[in-house]
């Protein structure tokens, strides 16, 4: 099923929901780069001045320039002075771009570290909570939406609005009378985008919301494509991602349809302007009231304010999508990161563990997934935990390096409460194996020694203790050979060893297993089992394990059911007991002879 993304709604009470917000929260990031801003602003207002520079050159040009009687100052001067313009016009235009594509990707760059560092150090239900292709779209795309908006949207409306407002202001001087018809359109045009902004602003939300849901789609596919094959699911997939696509295409129309709207209005508005303004210049004109020097600059000053006016208009609906990606970006950044614990340093624990009457329920109201449950392991002991699915046992492992923190009851390590402890400090202390094993797409010794800088020694000492050694020095590159995307050139049993080598490269005196060996077949288990025996050597290990058999050999084993220890004590102590443990110890040893 696809899932729907908290972070495409805003942030907090109202964060990010109208265009001062953002502003605000962009400051931070354009306050140290105010100076190459000011900069650029500056540059695009000579821009912007020389737009009002020709039809100023044009009035003496067509008055004085032409005829018999011409002037020869204003036949030599005027051609100068439109190539003087010209490059000013084009040094001004290229230190603008220049110093606004240096703040905006300045920014970018700060935007998107920020974002990266709050999505690691996000609560574990940050992950279980947002899809994989949300949390990518919002830090390697929509960021990108936000430099549009610094050097599209800010160029149009900084460089557009100074040449509207210089083109104006000359309007005025060669005739108040008919600048005050292309004055009055203004709050028009203004109403008008106003009541468009509303509509697209809804449109550009809802349109990121099914593009986070088409995305996750795809995800899914690409994730599952052998379940997608062997089950012939590829019509289901299709129509799934059709269907989406569909909507999505739905959503881009409405969203042209209204963007689309406003220029061909503002045209239209502005042509009855025109009409107007050449119908009264001409009864001026026949009036001496203007020169046709002065008709011809005005006209031509007018039709320069008609294309910056267009493009202010059009920077509406990029703007509404940047403000929509801008609600996605500090959403991410808002969100909060794991308690850092109390400050505690825990240089090397001893191992003492103890779970003093602990509950844990995901959300208030939900059902208790623990219920006071108590437990003592003490330095170097392995305690097992064994149970039907679903009775609570992943979630109790869950607790001690604190990915959730307990609804009620205290965990020590130590005798120390675990919020006490820093988090890093308390996580160092943990190694853990579980039977997803991630890897990643960087050399053998990056993923034994992963964390920090890989020492060979210690690589070719973690990966022997793992009985992998062999292995890998029969690689073509040995521990620097790239293993591909979560280890894909390795198997199965060489993805577990390889992680049992992590584990032994940290170190650390407390160990979880979590299904370590329930998906590999005999011959890897053996290896694996061999490998986990020298990496549980001296360290408290809690271990789950659904075959019965690996741990058979703790000294305790702690039964589960429905979030309660039902029963304790050694292997054969809870076959005696002829409970739960001897059930489901019958039950496997059934299926195994059969």
């Given amino acids: 099923m696809t899932q729907k993304s908290t972070l495409s709604k805003p942030a907090g009470s109202g964060t990010a929901s109208s265009a001062g917000v953002i502003g605000r929260r962009l400051w931070p990031y354009v306050k140290p780069l105010l100076g190459a801003l000011i900069g650029g602003i500056i540059a695009m207002a000579f821009v912007a001045a020389t737009e009002a520079g020709i039809p100023a050159l044009l009035k003496p040009l067509l008055d004085h320039g032409f005829g018999s009687a011409g002037s020869p100052l204003a036949k030599w001067l005027v051609p100068l002075a439109i190539i003087g313009l010209a490059l000013v016009r084009g040094v001004a235009q290229y230190s603008s771009g220049y110093l606004l594509q240096y703040v905006s990707n300045k920014i970018l760059l700060e935007l998107r570290l920020k974002m990266f560092d709050r999505m690691i150090h996000a609560s574990v239900g940050f992950f279980q909570r947002e899809t994989a292709s949300t949390v990518i779209n919002a830090i390697v795309f929509e960021v990108n939406q936000i430099l549009n908006v610094l050097m599209g949207v800010m160029v149009t409306l900084v460089r557009d609005s100074l040449t509207v407002l210089f083109l104006l202001g000359y309007l005025f001087i060669l005739n108040w009378r008919l600048t005050l018809i292309v004055a009055v359109l203004l709050p028009g045009i203004g109403w008008l985008v106003s009541k468009i902004n509303r509509r697209l602003r809804r449109l550009n939300r809802e349109h990121q919301m099914l593009t986070n849901e088409l995305s996750y789609v795809v995800e899914e596919t690409v994730g599952g494509y052998k379940v997608v094959k062997v089950h012939n699911g590829e019509p289901y997939e299709m129509g799934r991602f059709a269907e989406m696509s569909r909507r999505l295409r739905g959503y881009q129309m409405r969203m042209t349809i209204s963007g689309g709207l406003a220029q061909p209005l503002t045209q ?47 920077v509406n609906q990029p703007l509404q999508r940047g403000m929509t990606a801008a609600e996605l970006i500090f959403g991410l950044i808002d969100e909060p990161a794991e308690p850092a614990g109390g400050g505690k340093p825990l240089d090397r624990a001893r191992g003492e563990i103890e779970f003093r009457d602990v509950s844990f329920e995901y959300g208030a109201g939900t059902r208790s997934i ?18 039907p699915s679903g009775s609570g046992k992943t979630t109790l492992v869950n607790l001690l390096p604190r990915f959730f923190d307990p609804s009620d009851g205290e965990i020590l390590v130590d005798g120390v409460a675990l919020p006490e402890y820093d988090l890093h400090a308390l996580r160092s202390q943990i190694a853990m194996v579980s039977q997803d094993v991630t890897l990643f797409n960087d050399t053998v010794a990056s993923n034994v020694a992963y964390g920090q800088p890989p020492d060979r020694a210690r690589v070719e000492h973690a990966l022997r203790a793992a009985n992998l050694w062999d292995t890998i020095a029969a690689l073509p590159e040995g521990i620097d050979t790239l293993i591909g995307d979560n280890g894909m050139k390795l198997s199965g049993g060489q993805r577990q060893r390889l992680a049992i080598a992590r584990a032994i490269y940290k170190d650390a005196p407390i160990l979880i297993l979590d299904e370590a060996t329930s998906a590999l077949d005999s011959e890897s288990e053996r290896h694996v089992q061999a490998a986990l025996e020298t990496l549980m050597a001296g360290r408290t290990t809690l271990v789950i394990a659904h075959r019965l058999s690996t ?44």
Avoid: C, W
């Fill in 370 to 387: 623990l219920e006071r449950v108590s437990f003592k392991v003490a330095p170097g002991e392995m305690v097992a935990l064994a149970g």
């Fill in 551 to 594: 741990i058979e050999r703790a000294d305790r084993i702690l039964v589960m059911e429905a979030g309660r220890i039902v029963e304790r004590g050694s292997h054969r102590q809870l076959l005696e007991q002829d409970g739960l443990y001897a059930h489901l110890h019958r039950i496997q040893f059934q299926q195994s002879a059969a």
């Fill in 268 to 314: 239209f508005l502005a042509s009855i302007a025109l009409a107007i303004v050449v119908t009264i210049a001409v009864v001026q004109a026949s009036n001496d009231q203007t020169t046709v020097g002065g008709f011809v600059a005005f006209v031509t000053s007018m039709l320069l304010v008609i294309s910056p006016l267009k493009h202010l208009i059009d």
